[in-house]
């Protein structure tokens, strides 16, 4: 590793891949955003090399437009260098979190949030029962009026909760129908089982109906990609560390991911955990991917639908996978799958982005509308938890008739 006066050297020899064409920029949205050579990935990468040379210091510009950036990798898939941008944001990040370079109120929301909600289930849980019960009797509406503007917006974006009975666990055994084909471990993630139960359990269904025997380890957790991504990489690693024991120990033939963001991050643990880290991620799949590879049952059951689909960043830029979602919703009967001008753009919740930079989330998500507005479908799909919601609370505000789901559970809708 090169030696460099801030000690950096490998976020300087990462910063070396990038021969500044400028070919990513028109990718970017940040820099469509604002047009600022800073907000753009070779902005980004140049202000990384600059601090990694001991001449840019780590706060101010550098450190917000670290933060500012969504993180959602187009710019590695436009770049034909091979710059690894996602692991260079990383360690950016995570230099500028050991230099405690970086204050305000966003550093904030992700320090709470990352650090004490996300990675504790039984804290998470409580948090989500506390939210929810605010929700139903309507007290977090009441107590807007008295909250600061930014507070009032943000709460705006906060998601409703589901019933008690759409977050009971997952079971640690799902059979496989018939005769086993193999055997899978599944991921069910942190916000997942309190937010999206029902894909969960449509995912452990469509997976036990292709003939595979499905576990779901206790031992896992929260997989550290929110944190890891927020530049926290002490808890990133020992979350990982905590999966890595828990999937390998179960001796699955493959480990089933359903949220893109979690699936990208995991796919990648060979960077944080050399060694069990890649044995882990050689066998992280996406369920659409998986169930393609192996070839699934095709359903029977019609859904008369025009359907969108948008794909994750953390799928399509992340995890290089794009085809087998839409070739899980071409096999539906009914469907008539149809592209957006915007499928392959952010929608700007990036985690919790949407929380800690509403403004330019919002602006991101407003293209991504107007292109879903135009094409006018049914259903939007799509595959991370973050976008879900996004897309949701987007699609409702603006008034678009469309329901969001994820893929797999309109799949299992047509298996029933
Ligand atoms: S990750 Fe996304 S927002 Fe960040 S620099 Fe790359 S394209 Fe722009
Ligand atoms: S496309 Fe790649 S090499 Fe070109 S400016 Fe962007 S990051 Fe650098």
Redesign the pocket.
Known sequence: MAETPSGLGALYERSLDCVHCGL?LS?????VETGREAS??RG?IYLARGVAEGRISLGGVASEEFYA????????TACPSGVR??EL?EEARAAVEREDARTGPARGIEWFALRRIVPHPVVLRAFVNLLGLAQRLRLDRLALPFLPAALRERHRLLPSVPSRLERRPLPPRIRAEGEPRGRVALLEGCVMPEFFGATNRATARVLARNGYDVVVPEAQGCCGALQAHAGDADTARSLLDRNCRAFLDAEVDAVVVNSAGCGAHLRGAGHWLPGEGDDLAERVRDIAEFLVEAGFRAPTGRIEARVCYDDP?HLLHGQGVKDAPRRLLESIPGVELIEHADAAA?CGAAGIYNLTHPEMSQAVLARKLDALSAADPDIIATGNPGCLMQLAKGAAERGLRARVVHPIELLEEAYR
């Not at 990718?27 to 820099?31: I, L």
């Open positions: 990513c990718s970017c949205p940040t820099y753009s990935p980004r950036c969504l993180g959602c990798r187009a710019c590695e941008y996602g944001l960043c952010c």
